[in-house]
């Protein structure tokens, strides 16, 4: 029977999966409270959260709104700890990915996550985290798109500028002659 203190904690784990580009779960255990500090701090900068959560109360508020995936089950054993990606989900993996990098003596793994309602291992995980930001993304996209018409123009450009020198030469010729 679940208590009122156990529906309040699943109704707030629901608006964050709601909310939430990504879902990174990861295993916490031998993490020191520094530790889970420091990383808290670092993921802020990319606009995540990250919690402990009890993996019942998150299958609880994950049911119905991430379509059911053995994987994400699976991954649901041991002591988990969340980060809820509130903004980008490859710069919230990235951060997670750098700071397990930058300390490598650290506990922490990642599981898995959900990014658009697709569960990811962990080398999924880290493959995102190599993609470049959103920013550079539209860039490199825009940048393609325009290629072609610079080409373009300056191809039109170049016909143009060919004929003219070409109508300048017949008339300096019809001028030569006629003078």
Do not use: C, W
Not at 16 to 31: D, F, H, N, W
Not at 132 to 144: E, K, Q, S, V, W
Request: zero cysteines; charged letters at 20%.
């Amino acid at each position: 029977m679940p208590t009122p203190q156990k529906e309040a904690i699943v109704e707030d784990l629901i608006s964050q999966v709601k909310e939430s580009q990504a879902i990174i779960l990861t295993e916490y255990r031998g993490l020191t409270v520094s530790q889970v500090s420091d990383l808290r701090k670092k993921l802020r900068a990319s606009d995540t959260t990250f919690a402990v959560v009890k993996n019942t109360l998150l299958r609880r508020a994950a049911d119905g709104i991430i379509p059911h995936d053995d994987a994400f089950d699976a991954s649901l054993n041991g002591p988990t700890a969340v980060a809820f990606a509130n903004r980008d989900a490859i710069e919230s993996s990235k951060a997670v990915i750098d700071y397990i990098a930058a300390n490598r003596n650290t506990p922490l793994k990642i599981k898995g996550a959900i990014v658009d309602g697709r569960f990811y291992d962990a080398k999924g995980v880290d493959a995102l985290s190599k993609v470049p930001p959103r920013d550079t993304l539209i860039a490199m996209m825009l940048g393609a798109f325009n290629s072609p018409i610079t080409s373009l123009v300056g191809t039109l450009n170049g016909i143009i500028s060919n004929f003219v020198f070409t109508l300048q030469a017949v008339a300096d010729q019809k001028q030569a002659q006629n003078g």
